[in-house]
């Protein structure tokens, strides 16, 4: 379908995983949204949509290739088969000679849902990319959450206008160099309502210390914590700062270091190996207790306990397999704003961000977001 479209609209495949058919329709000049929320009705028509629409969020992803969008969507899709949503994508592609704009919409039913999905995404490429950010108001469904996951670097005119929308900001620091903290700590002391899959990602980590501390012949040690040393696969990485920083914001006294480990944990097979920068090891000390918790094969993490009158104590945590939409429905337990304990903790992953990349330009002083 194009500008001088007077037909059917056309289809433009099958999309992914997903079950619905994409509808296109393509805007050389500006972009007439009444023309995609018609397209919309047809596709809600053909796909067997009641007339009255069940949604509850409208989530939306912001990526800068056409690879992140399409891992960003299954995500996305994973997410709406729990919370009814319209899912919109803009993509965002300036570096492409041709300037154009694409809108493809999809209605979809998830499977053993009551509900229907929707689906728009606008891609936009050369100087198109301008249109994208006032184009997103008008996709929106009225009194609702607005959810933004946002897949590419944290700056941009595009950026402030999802700040300016969203109940929510979603990042992955983990998918940054450890000095985008520093960006991000700026942008949530404006007042951001930032959530991040990388805190989700480490997680676990924080489950199990908090449990070791809440073994009932252990809680003694909880006033008498003095140290921690994460390591880390490689150079730390940013999941690795957020841990170490969690941890200095709830015990301020405690000195807290990070170190540059093997590539993967010492003894473990091949099937356990990790990205550069993550976890392996987090030890903390509360003489003379030694608490050692250790990424093991087979997805297990492994706590160690040493030192204490009561003699050695184990205890064990599976990690969780990262699944498409996991760890976003995690930090969508959150609609509005941002956590606090997440924000204490970036603080101090800012500081450690720096200390590892002294030379790097120092954020915008906070202000009104």
């Not at 903290?181 to 480490?202: C, H, M, S, T, Y």
């Not at 405690?254 to 030890?283: D, F, I």
Request: aromatic content about 4%; overall charge negative.
């Amino acid at each position: 379908m194009n500008e001088g479209f007077s037909g059917e609209p056309m289809s433009a495949g099958a999309s992914g995983k997903s079950r619905g058919v994409d509808l296109e329709v393509r805007f050389p000049d500006a972009v007439d949204l009444s023309r995609v929320r018609s397209l919309l009705g047809v596709a809600r028509e053909r796909a067997g949509a009641p007339v009255e629409r069940v949604l509850t969020l409208n989530l939306i992803g912001i990526h800068y290739s056409d690879l992140s969008w399409e891992k960003g969507q299954v995500s996305l899709e994973a997410v709406s088969s729990l919370h009814p949503a319209r899912i919109v994508g803009l993509v965002a592609l300036p570096n492409e000679s041709e300037s154009l704009v694409t809108a493809r919409v999809a209605v979809l039913r998830p499977k053993g849902a009551p509900f229907f999905v929707e689906r728009i995404v606008l891609r936009a490429t050369g100087r198109s990319v301008r249109r994208l950010d006032s184009s997103l108001d008008g996709l929106l469904v009225p009194d609702v959450p607005i959810v933004v996951v946002w897949g590419g670097r944290v700056e941009g005119e595009l950026l402030k206008r999802a700040i300016d929308s969203a109940d929510r900001l979603i990042v992955d620091s983990g998918n940054r160099p450890p000095a985008a903290l520093l960006e991000l700590d700026a942008l949530v002391k404006r007042g951001a309502p930032v959530g991040d899959i990388a805190w989700a990602r480490i997680f676990p980590w924080q489950c199990l210390a908090a449990e070791v501390l809440d073994i009932p012949n252990l809680r003694e040690h909880r006033g008498n914590l003095q140290a921690a040393r994460i390591t880390t696969a490689g150079a730390p990485g940013p999941e690795a700062l957020l841990l170490a920083g969690w941890f200095q914001s709830r015990v301020r006294r405690a000195k807290v270091s990070l170190v540059a480990g093997p590539l993967a944990p010492e003894g473990a097979g091949a099937e356990a190996s990790v990205s550069v920068g993550a976890v392996t090891e987090l030890q903390f000390l509360a003489p003379p207790a030694e608490f050692v918790l250790r990424r093991e094969k087979n997805g297990i993490l492994d706590a160690q306990v040493r030192g204490d009158d009561d003699g050695e104590v184990v205890h064990r945590l599976r990690l969780p397999p990262e699944t498409p939409g996991g760890l976003l429905v995690q930090e969508l337990k959150l609609l509005a704003g941002c956590d606090e304990v997440y924000a204490a903790a970036l603080d101090e992953a800012a500081r450690f961000a720096r200390e590892l990349n002294p030379g790097a330009p120092a954020p915008p002083a906070p202000g009104p977001p």
